[in-house]
């Protein structure tokens, strides 16, 4: 997702209210993530939404469908999603999600009505018996309903287009799967494919994630559309496109791309989106092949800016470069590109493919995300541009609070995981100082966690283990602590030396630099433990930090 959306979602499930908790995180869980948190204490709906407590984590997802009808007029939706998951041990209830806008009309099991109780966004399904580990079972929920209409937040989006058209798209990362369709709302566990029917009124077309199935007239004014979704799918990213689109291809290796857009937007898209192209090339180069070429690649174009739905990325940036037309980064580079096609497309290698199994590790898609974009630019513009690039968004940073809140709550981390993550990696490039190594890290990274779902302490011990240095403590200053840390530097003219060392908050950060002169930098290993001193003939003012190669702090004394 793109950092405005971000921002805007933050607050949108501070519903309120708490009780007892006596479902998945006990009382002293809480008040130990209230310690924990610099805000305010976590409210219910945050561990409803966010904690992955017994009910959730007694089955594993297997398969959806889901399938949908929708009354643009009436702005209403009806369906159905067939649930099958397979149990991980015997329990006899579930917890699946819906947002309290919604009805359920019924869950079955063999056809047999199932008990539920709601809280909130919460559905907790009660079975007559005891489901078995290991045993996969499917229910079939139906429900409809009138969604909460949050605009600009999130879920669905009832809009017409310039000729009255109905123009309907979901968006649902913040606000949740929940908000329009019931599912298991939480980032820890996929299904291992789906598929999405959706009916419409006859004329208009339907863009969901997967391969395009078939559409069938219902013969009641009516039509459906059907997609098959051959891989893990996060829930937020599940989507429906509604429009009078119209529709285009063009050709990558041997990979059709897709376009959606509306009939006025044809010509322009026609130019803008051949820009996919060099995107996919250069992802490719650097993380090997799309990760979903079954369900294909697609651009659809939407009410919102933009969005990484799987192999259905959704487009509103107005057909032009940079972000809104804006020089994104605010050194020049950013009109050379349409951010939210490069930005959002990345995704889809991290976000996507690898994907992190708790909000509170969201950096692993911001921070990853806006790294690619870094590299799209080096693979398309040169390594100049790349270095202004990323170093364009150190003026974004805000450094108020760490990139990694406590986990197992819905409460999105602050966007300082974008941008300070992808200076954090840029400086773990200059910390590896070996490109060579540094590509292969980044490739075999990808390759190895490709659709799985992972935390921070998988990436940091891939690192450690590739590069055979403990990086842990330079992980956990960047995502775990407010501060960047700071170099120091004393110069005494007299001896002509410079001593130097590390000022930060993690026990034993240590991180090699280079100082000097540029062009004949020396690496250094400073550490916070003591000062260390060498010979240095240049003055206080003379004497250079590389600080475009490393996010870092310098103190001259
Ligand atoms: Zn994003």
Redesign the pocket.
């Known amino acids: 997702?793109?950092?405005r959306v971000l921002i805007t979602s933050v607050a949108v499930l501070a519903l309120g209210g708490s009780s007892a908790c006596s479902r998945g995180v006990s009382q002293n869980q809480s008040v130990a993530l209230a310690a924990q948190l610099q805000g305010p204490p976590p409210t219910r709906s945050e561990i409803l939404r966010g904690d992955y407590g017994r009910l959730r984590a007694n089955n594993d997802l297997v398969y959806y469908h889901l399938d949908v009808r929708v009354d643009p007029d009436k702005k209403f939706i009806s369906g159905k999603n067939t649930i099958r998951f397979r149990m991980l041990s015997d329990d006899n209830r579930v917890q699946i999600d819906l947002h309290p806008s919604l009805d359920v009309d019924r869950i079955l099991l063999d056809g047999a009505p199932l008990q539920y109780t709601r809280e909130e966004s919460a559905v907790f399904i009660d079975f007559p018996r005891k489901l078995r580990k290991d045993s996969t079972y499917a229910i079939n929920f139906q429900y409809s309903g009138t969604p909460l209409d949050i605009r600009a937040r999130g879920g669905i989006g009832f809009r017409r287009d310039s000729t009255g058209h109905p123009f309907i798209n979901t968006v649902c990362e913040g606000v949740g799967s929940s908000t329009w369709w019931p599912s298991k709302d939480q980032w820890h566990d996929e299904v291992d494919s789906m598929r999405i029917s959706v009916s419409i009124p006859n004329g208009l077309t339907d863009v969901s994630n997967g391969a395009f199935v078939g559409k069938m007239d219902l013969g009641d004014g009516y039509t459906r559309w059907d997609w098959n979704v051959h891989y893990p799918i996060n829930s937020y990213d599940v989507s429906m496109n509604i429009g009078d689109y119209v529709h285009f291809t063009d050709t990558y290796k041997d990979m059709t791309l897709d376009f959606y857009v509306l009939r006025d937007s044809l010509e322009k898209a026609r130019a803008q989106f051949t820009q996919a192209k060099g995107m996919l090339a250069a992802y490719e180069h650097y993380f090997g092949e799309y990760p979903f070429k079954k369900d294909g690649y697609k651009l659809v174009e939407a009410t919102n800016a933009g969005m990484?739905h799987q192999s259905a990325v959704t487009y509103g940036n107005g057909f032009k470069n940079g972000y809104g037309g804006r020089d994104w980064t605010g050194v020049g580079v950013s009109p050379k590109f349409d951010f939210i096609i490069i930005?959002?497309s990345g995704?889809e290698w991290f976000?996507n493919a690898v994907s992190a199994s708790d909000r509170s590790d969201m950096w692993i898609?911001?921070g990853w995300?806006?790294y690619l974009e870094v590299l799209y630019v080096e693979y398309t513009f040169g390594y100049d541009d790349a270095l202004k690039y990323v170093n364009g968004y150190k003026t974004k940073v805000l450094n108020r609070q760490p990139i990694i809140p406590p986990g197992g709550l819905m409460r999105t981390p602050p966007q300082d995981m974008?941008f300070k993550g992808a200076l954090m990696l840029n400086t773990l490039r200059n910390v590896v100082n070996d490109d060579r190594r540094w590509f292969a890290l980044l490739h075999d990274l990808y390759q190895h966690f490709k659709y799985k779902n992972i935390s921070t302490d998988d990436i940091v011990a891939f690192f450690n283990q590739r590069t055979g240095r403990n990086l842990t403590p330079v992980f956990n200053q960047y995502l775990r602590h407010t501060a960047i840390p700071t170099l120091e530097l004393k110069f005494d003219s007299a001896a002509k030396t410079v001593s130097y060392r590390w000022k930060a908050d993690e026990p034993g950060f240590a991180m090699p630099i280079r100082i000097g002169t540029k062009g004949a930098w020396q690496i250094v290993e400073p550490t916070t433990a003591k000062w260390k001193t060498m010979p240095a003939r240049l003055t206080p003012e003379t004497f250079d930090v590389a600080t475009d190669l490393y996010f870092v702090n310098v103190v001259k004394q």
């Open positions: 997702m793109i950092c990484e930005h959002e995704h976000g898609h911001e995300t806006t974008y």
